[in-house]
């Protein structure tokens, strides 16, 4: 497993762009619901990272980010069947927040 410093630093990059795609969910107009409601409980469950850090239990560490890269999943299939006049800052800050956290649940397993 990935040291312990280093895999806080990687979600904390996470948490960052997971709150930024979120804060662009709700204040952009045109969001589709099933694209809004999964930013929304990513960054709700991206906020108990410090929780989960605490543990120190590895594999429940590893359950964590693999339940975060499927909410994750679900964002990004809802950008990829959203209307294509859905704003595309927003489109990229979702798929980069998949992306990060796929990279992470790969770097762990």
């Known amino acids: 497993m990935m040291q312990t410093n280093e895999l806080r630093q990687r979600l904390s990059q996470v948490e960052s762009?997971?709150?930024?795609?979120?804060?662009?969910?709700?204040?952009?107009?045109?969001v589709p619901m099933a694209v809004k409601d999964s930013m929304q409980l990513l960054d709700q469950r991206i906020m108990q990272s410090n929780d989960m850090m605490q543990s120190?239990?590895?594999?429940?560490?590893?359950?964590?980010?693999?339940d975060l890269e499927q909410i994750g999943d679900r964002a990004k299939d809802a950008c990829e069947h959203a209307p294509e006049e859905m704003d595309s800052g927003l489109r990229d800050v979702v798929m980069?927040?998949?992306?990060?956290?796929?990279?992470l649940k790969h770097q762990l397993h």
């Open 96 to 103: 980069q927040a998949h992306r990060e956290l796929s990279d």
């Open 17 to 30: 762009t997971i709150h930024d795609a979120a804060r662009r969910c709700e204040s952009t107009n045109g």
């Open 56 to 66: 120190q239990d590895e594999s429940r560490i590893r359950q964590y980010i693999d």
